[in-house]
């Protein structure tokens, strides 16, 4: 019985190249080139890849804060039809944005400086026009408890409050208008690890009080082991493996997904970091290789990836954990190590 | 470890900042050593003075920091030169910066010049300290572009630095470090802006490199996983002040030290079982105090969760020997104290 809070098919977005006196369309950096996945009502998932993947591409995309070049983005919002939110008109859209929000990852850069706490928590409730002057005021002060920070605090300016306490403010914006689905992005990057914890348990008890969904974008891959329900792994602009989170890092089928848990270094000094033979940058999304576009880099390829684009299948499941699907040629044949081995 | 050779011995180190909002007292008496060809790790969070601490070695703390009290002692040609009593324009200061000591920095494009070839940059390291001729200079940079795993390294030493990708740029920055082959390589977050692939390559890279050339590298971050992976001894730095050091091994697998122990469990962790799979973590209460207010007693008493009232938030405590390789500065392990 699950139930779906997002279905997004076929996510594209191209940034067009354009050269020269007329500029001319030369070509296009595929930030997103053909994402597909569903988000069910109350999960969070993870979106993990290095810088350039095009994670954030695809979290923005989701609300439209950046317009998509093509596919679709259903959205289901509790009780009624889905509709799609790359169609929809500016009106729709608009009521649709008190549905979807996003924590930033920068608390120094998504907050206006020259407005109070009270005003910044303020601002979606008077843009949407809810409730009377009092009873906003009243609201931001509940959202300020709920994310832990005293109410006396309102007529602050963030530049008086720590990091911590800032994404805290960030996180109250947030909710002010009952969101179904978060986007974080890279939420909890910017903070001392102290800090971190506290912030990521204030993520995890808000999901439980408000029934949140989350698309939770980082690229630390402890914190989303710690949190996410479902992860997915993006390299170059598409999806390469996507499972339930202990289903992926116990036992990855992708290369890149083994390689990329064989890179962290754990705060454990019985581990030898052994990283795989993972040579070369990651490839610029202007210059896509052919086939799957992780072969250049990969230990397993052969001449299939590099001819043939993999297609996403999925895995046959040991056990009942969930879907496991991976777009790689030699997943079956392939024994890859996750992050106990 | 303690038969092997000092080369750095800090000692009682001060740095004060007289701002017009106030006094900030960054570096509060760091006690710190080096020997040689070890990796020593200096961890802690913002604002703890980590930075600070390895500025202050090459003399390049921003204004208006100075350093008050204490020395720095650096075991150079065969003897110690206090490197805090130098002059700031003087010739031994300069053969340090740079040539005896070399640092990396966090952000590779802020720290490159934007208007001269890497190539050039990394050879301008050499003929500031070296009587060398322009293409020796060059042919040497080359080499060192090539060593730090730059690929068709001729040829990249044409390029300029926004040509290059973040790794390309740090593996630059590392050449231009090493040129010299420098006692000392301090690596300040020098892998923290580069993604876990990349950061990995940099790190047995600069594991790599420490054995060929025999230095000993001071590694400044907040990552832990970091710290555990590339040095064999951790300082724990907290306000200004060392609260612990140990070997790597006793640090992660028994601190001593409240905060580090704190710190530590703070970090979520890969888990065998689902039982601590989207549970709540431990964490350390409240923020870190803003830098002009001056605690009274242990700067770490108002959030630790082991203070003894009446003692912690009044006596400063001193850094207490466990044995030869572990300090730590609390209360706890003073003798007829209680520990826990």
Redesign the interface.
């Given at each position: 019985m699950t139930d779906t809070i997002l279905d997004v098919q076929d996510l594209r977005k191209y940034f067009p190249v354009k050269k020269g006196f007329f500029r001319r369309h030369v070509g296009d950096v595929k930030a997103v080139d053909g994402v597909s996945f569903t988000v069910d009502r109350g999960e969070?998932l993870g979106l993990v890849g290095?810088?350039g993947c095009g994670k954030t591409t695809t979290g923005r995309s989701v609300l439209r804060a950046i317009e998509p070049t093509s596919g679709s983005i259903r959205f289901f919002e509790n009780g009624k039809d889905p509709v799609d939110v790359t169609q929809l008109t500016k009106a729709g859209m608009r009521h649709l944005r008190q549905k979807m929000q996003m924590i930033f990852q920068d608390p120094y850069a998504s907050l206006n400086p020259r407005m109070t706490v009270e005003e910044i928590v303020k601002e979606p409730l008077f843009c949407f026009g809810v409730g009377t002057a009092r009873e906003r005021r009243e609201r931001v002060g509940e959202l300020l408890q709920v994310v832990g920070l005293d109410p006396k605090y309102m007529s602050r300016y963030p530049h008086t409050f720590?990091?911590?306490?800032r994404q805290r403010i960030g996180i109250a914006r947030a909710l002010a208008l009952h969101p179904d689905l978060i986007v974080a992005d890279e939420a909890v990057s910017a903070l001392?690890?102290?800090?971190?914890?506290?912030v990521?348990?204030l993520i995890?008890?808000l999901q439980n009080q408000f029934h949140l969904t989350y698309i939770f974008i980082a690229?630390d891959?402890?914190?989303v082991?710690?949190?996410c329900?479902r992860v997915a792994v993006m390299y170059i602009g598409k999806m390469v493996e996507v499972a339930g989170?202990?289903s992926l890092?116990r036992s990855p089928k992708h290369p890149y997904t083994e390689?990329?848990l064989?890179?962290?270094?754990?705060?454990?000094?019985?581990?030898e970091?052994k990283?795989m033979v993972?040579e070369g940058?990651?490839v610029d999304p202007a210059h896509r290789p052919s086939g799957c576009a992780f072969h250049p880099r990969c230990r397993y390829a052969d001449g299939l990836c590099a001819a043939e684009t993999p297609a996403m299948e999925t895995v046959p499941q040991e056990d009942s954990r969930g879907s496991h699907a991976v777009a790689c040629h030699h997943f079956k044949e392939l024994q890859l190590k996750g992050?106990?081995r | 470890m303690s038969d092997r050779n000092r080369i750095l011995e800090i000692s009682d180190l001060k740095v004060e900042f007289n701002t017009k909002e106030g006094l900030v007292k960054a570096l509060q008496g760091v006690d710190l050593e080096l020997y040689e060809q070890e990796t020593l790790g200096l961890v802690g969070?913002?604002g703890c003075g980590k930075s600070m601490t390895a500025r202050a070695m090459l003399r390049i703390i921003p204004e208006p920091g100075e350093i008050t009290a204490g020395s720095i002692m650096f075991f150079v040609n065969g003897q110690w030169t206090d490197i805090t009593k130098l002059h700031i324009d003087s010739e031994e200061l300069r053969a340090i910066r740079g040539q005896r000591i070399g640092m990396i920095f966090q952000e590779p494009m802020t720290s490159l010049s934007p208007v001269h070839t890497v190539g050039s940059q990394v050879a301008e390291a050499l003929t500031l300290h070296q009587t060398v001729d322009r293409k020796t200079a060059n042919n040497r940079a080359v080499e060192m572009l090539s060593l730090v795993g730059i690929p068709d390294a001729k040829s990249r030493a044409n390029s300029y630095p926004f040509e290059m990708?973040?790794?390309?740029r740090q593996r630059v920055m590392i050449a231009m470090a090493l040129t010299c082959s420098p006692n000392i390589l301090i690596a300040d977050e020098a892998t923290t802006a580069l993604?876990?692939?990349?950061?990995?390559?940099i790190?047995?890279l600069l594991q790599r490199l420490q054995n060929d050339m025999k230095m000993a590298i001071i590694a400044v971050t907040?990552?832990?996983?970091?710290?555990?992976?590339i040095s064999q001894r951790v300082s724990v730095m907290y306000l200004g002040k060392i609260v612990e050091e140990a070997s790597?091994?006793d640090?992660?697998?028994d601190p001593k030290h409240p905060y580090t122990e704190?710190?530590?469990l703070?970090?979520?962790?890969?888990s065998?079982t689902?039982e601590?799979?989207?549970r709540?973590?431990?964490?350390?209460e409240g923020?870190?105090p803003?830098p002009y207010t001056q605690l009274p007693g242990c700067p770490f008493h108002p959030r630790c969760t082991k203070r003894i009232d009446g003692h912690c938030d009044r006596v400063v405590p001193e850094m207490i020997v466990l044995h030869d390789t572990r300090k730590v500065r609390c209360h706890l392990y003073q003798q007829g104290g209680t520990t826990t």
């Open positions: 969070t290095e810088s720590s990091g911590g306490q001392d690890v102290s800090v971190q914890a506290q990521l348990n995890l008890e690229h891959i402890g914190v082991d710690h949190i329900d989170t202990k890092f390689a990329l064989s890179a962290v270094p754990r705060p454990n000094p019985h581990y970091l990283r993972l940058e990651v992050v106990f | 969070e913002s990708s973040g790794g390309m993604d876990v692939t990349i950061q990995a390559q790190l047995e907040h990552n832990l996983g970091v710290v555990a992976a790597t091994v640090i992660f697998d704190a710190l530590l703070s970090v979520p962790q890969f065998e689902e601590h799979h989207r709540p973590l431990q964490t350390i923020d870190i803003d």
